[in-house]
Every structure is written in C-alpha cells, then in structure tokens.
T-cell receptor, first 117, second 118 residues
C-alpha cells in the first residue's frame, strides 16, 4: 500500500511566481492536512480538508495561500505571488475516514521543499 | 490553544547510551500525545502515541514514553541507542475532546536532532 505521495519533492520559484504543491493521500484516506516547516522550527498546522470541504484553515495565511481537495485527484496547496519568506518544507498528512478527530493517526508524506529565489 | 516545547535542540550520544528527550505541552483540556521520527531523507513516521490508560507507552524500535499529567510532560526514552537512531524527533499533541473544528490538527514541538556516534 503506497504511502502519502507528494510532488514535486523540490520546487524552485522566483519571487512573484505561483507554487502548486500536490498531495495524494494513502488509498482509502479521506482526510488531508497540510503543515509547514520553516527553517529551525517545528511543523506548523496550516489546513485540514476532507473531500470537497475545508474543515479547519486556522493556520493558513490570510492572503496568497489556498488549498483544495477535490472529489477526484490530489489535494493542492497553492501559493500565489511567492515571497522569500515562503521558502520552507511543506508536509501533507492523511488519515482514514472517521479519524479526523482527536484519536486519529496522521500519516505523513515526504514533503515538498520550496525555495523562493 | 495548545503549545509544545522540546527541551533540547540537538543531542549527541554514543551507541549504547541511554536516551531521554523532553517534551512539555501547554493545554487546558484533555490531550492525545504523539512522538514522530524523521530519519535523514525520509518522511515523518509515528513512533508511539498516547490516548488513555497506562501512562507508560511502548512504541516501535524499543522506544517508550511516559505521560505525567501533573507535569504536562511526555518524555521519550530508550535504554540503549543505536547508530541507526540518528534522526530528528518531534513531539506533538492534539486536543483530546471531540467537537468544534480544531481537533484534527497536530501541534508540534520544535524537534530534537539526535546524533548517535558508533
């Protein structure tokens, strides 16, 4: 059973460009979470999605960042007009149906390292 | 809102030494607690988790952690480390009461890099 897949693994963008990060959850998982890890810091929660719904986006910056998890296809984290401060590792995690609550275990992908020049 | 503090940023040990990594959290309600490990070049993997019951939790690869509610701590231990334990270790908490929309998220500590010399 394949784990959580993220692509690309590394992404380089110039300031002002758009970055699209993709996450394919584990087979059968319907909950997706995005986390960001800035240099020298721990992972910070960004957003929690179920199919076609944003459940909790309390960690998302108010501007330039958006996320979706369509009925078909991977979850996408989109960063418009990137700035140098967006350089970070972005991790996606998934969990099975009914486990979005406190006792659900999240399974992580390998991350996408975004570098903004 | 919950927060997590890991005491050591970098720990260096020799093989066979004992390990204890500190983790303290701040949250007013029930919590569920996790330790994740990230080996070089790999994704985060779950080492162990605590939801309820016996506060001493055993995980994979000989790791264990003890939940001490009065100290808001969940320290990770291993009696004898190996070179292959070299990795970064993350403590994380999740609000333990279902309800609202924030119970899905994990709050992570800053991470502790463990280097084990052969």
């Amino acid at each position: 059973n394949a784990g959580v897949m993220q692509n690309p693994r590394h992404l380089v963008r110039r300031r002002g460009q758009e970055a699209r990060l993709r996450c394919s959850p584990m087979k059968g998982h319907s909950h997706v979470y995005w986390y960001r890890q800035l240099p020298e810091e721990g992972l910070k929660f960004m957003v929690y999605l179920q199919k076609e719904n944003i459940i909790d986006e309390s960690g998302m910056p108010k501007e330039r960042f958006s996320a979706e998890f369509p009925k078909e296809g991977p979850s996408i984290l989109r960063i418009q007009q990137v700035v140098r401060g967006d350089s970070a590792a972005y991790f996606c995690a998934s969990s099975p149906p009914g486990t979005g609550g406190p006792m659900g275990t999240q399974y992580f992908g390998p991350g996408t390292r975004l570098l903004v020049l | 809102a919950q927060s997590v503090s890991q005491h050591n940023h970098h720990v260096i040990l020799s093989e066979a030494a004992s390990l204890e990594l500190g983790c303290n959290y701040s949250y007013g309600g029930t919590v569920n607690l996790f330790w994740y490990v990230q080996y070089p070049g790999q994704h985060l993997q779950l080492l162990l988790k605590y939801f309820s019951g016996d506060p001493l939790v055993k995980g994979i690869k000989g790791f264990e952690a003890e939940f001490i509610k009065s100290k808001f701590s969940f320290n990770l231990r291993k009696p004898s480390v190996q070179w292959s334990d070299t990795a970064e270790y993350f403590c994380a908490v999740k609000a333990g009461n279902a309800g609202g929309t924030s119970y899905g998220k994990l709050t992570f500590g800053q991470g502790t890099i463990l280097t084990v010399h052969p």
